[in-house]
């Protein structure tokens, strides 16, 4: 995973959780995903790619935490958390790259938990970019709904609420300062002043307005190179425009564009600072005929090197724009 030398090879694996979000639909999200021609590009694109097909929750030791008042599911998902992170862990540990695959955002908590683990280990700081309508920062404390898939980023920040999720797993936080929330456009009252008593890095959709993509995008890459760190993208159906993407059960209208979207993947890629991916919350069943499912993977190909010419964007662009 070091920036210096990218890895060749990816490994596939779908999560079909569902049970995270108040829609139902997203454990079609990885078959989707596979049919829209995922693995195919990757190949194009000069990959070794291994599919490892879904994942399943296995049945886990019996947990001795009381699950939280406020949070729906618990249980289950910690199923799907526990099997995930040590899933994730034995992955990173190849060489090979993940691309975890959803279902809904509550599985982050468990990809970046392994990944996270992982990079602990070999002494590199994991980053995470969470490009997202919502902040997800959520905690039982805090939370409007009880649903799972809005606390994941403050899980992975040790908030604490879901202490028990991963049992005996290992858990590998990553501090406040490592997490950029990306295209927020929507966050919860008491959610909002959480991100902020803990000063998490936040770009609303406003900034964006304002600045563009690429000159925030390369704030976040400097970061990481800074700290000689690596990246974790966890990318939300929802971070997009619903013009573009429909197929998502919460849509938030405002959100990027298209090209914004695939100018963010490009300069992603060329950093070389990309170690995982999660892609999130596709509901194919709210899709207009695989239409969002086409475009997520697309995105992905631009975050693995597709170009619409062979130049990498201009190291002057930032210049431009400021």
Known sequence: MDQ??????????GVPVEIGASQLGTLMGPDAMRTAGLKPLLEELGFAVEDHGNLHSAQRPPNDDAPPVHAKYYREIQGWVQTLSARAY???????LPIFIGGDHSL???SVNGVARYCQEQGRELFVLWLDAHADYNTPQTTVTGNMHGMSAAFLCGEPGLDGLLGHEPRASITPDRLDLFGIRSIDKLEKALVKERKVSLIDMRQIDEFGVSVLIRRVIDRVKAHNGVLH????????DPVTAPGVGTLVQG????????LIMELLHDSGLVCSVDVVELNPFLDERG?????????VGSLFGQQITDRPTPSNAITAAE
């Open 291 to 299: 239409r969002t499912a086409r475009v997520m993977v697309e995105l």
């Open 233 to 240: 993208v966890s990318l939300d159906v929802d971070f997009l």
């Open 4 to 13: 210096r030398k990218r890895p060749d090879h990816i490994t596939l694996l």
């Open 108 to 110: 982050s908590m468990g």
């Open 255 to 262: 959100g990027a564009s298209y090209r914004e979207a695939h």
């Open 90 to 96: 034995e992955i990173a540990r190849t060489g090979t």
